[in-house]
């Protein structure tokens, strides 16, 4: 990391040789945060016997309200083939339902159900008390301009089909 950098430098876009290069770093940063964080995921899912697959439809469902699987197969970047996968165990476990579309016939609305809000209500209010946890002093603006660069990588790959 460049810790020794002036304020002058950083408010300068960084040309692309140098951007790609740091950029690198932010994706080696996020593979490990990936990792580390799913395994902590994992092993959270014996307390509500959720997979980490049907945590993310619910936390969708929770706050978006009803969806389609195909929505949210692009919103998490997933094939419809898993988040359908997913969705089926949800409504198999009582915690998701499958609604009519009037907007689409073929394609349900996926909905949370109530016993689904008390297990997400419950997974969520464990990790925000971990994240909690997340040290060094962050600010406001640091983490504003985290989610910026995140957006930013993420539209880099805008044209990518995940079916």
């Not at 002036?6 to 408010?11: P, Q, T």
């Not at 902590?40 to 619910?58: F, I, N, T, Y």
């Not at 009582?94 to 689409?104: D, K, M, V």
């Amino acid at each position: 990391m460049h810790d020794d950098l002036v304020n002058d430098d950083i408010e300068e876009p960084l040309p692309p040789d140098e951007l790609g290069h740091r950029v690198s770093e932010v994706f080696d940063l996020i593979g490990a945060l990936y990792r580390r964080g799913l395994r902590k995921l994992e092993q959270s899912e014996e307390v509500e016997g959720v997979s980490v697959g049907v945590r993310s439809v619910l936390v969708l469902l929770h706050r978006y309200g009803p969806m389609t699987v195909p929505q949210m197969g692009r919103i998490m970047a997933l094939t419809r083939q898993f988040v359908q996968r997913m969705a089926n165990e949800a409504m198999e476990r009582g915690w998701a339902e499958a609604t009519p579309n009037p907007a689409h016939q073929r394609s349900s609305l996926i909905r949370i159900t109530g016993d689904g809000e008390a297990v997400i209500t419950a997974i969520l209010a464990r990790e925000h008390a971990l994240n909690r946890q997340v040290g060094g002093g962050l600010t406001e603006a640091e983490l504003t301009a985290c989610t910026r660069v995140l957006k930013e990588m993420l539209r880099t790959f805008d044209h990518v089909d995940v079916d």
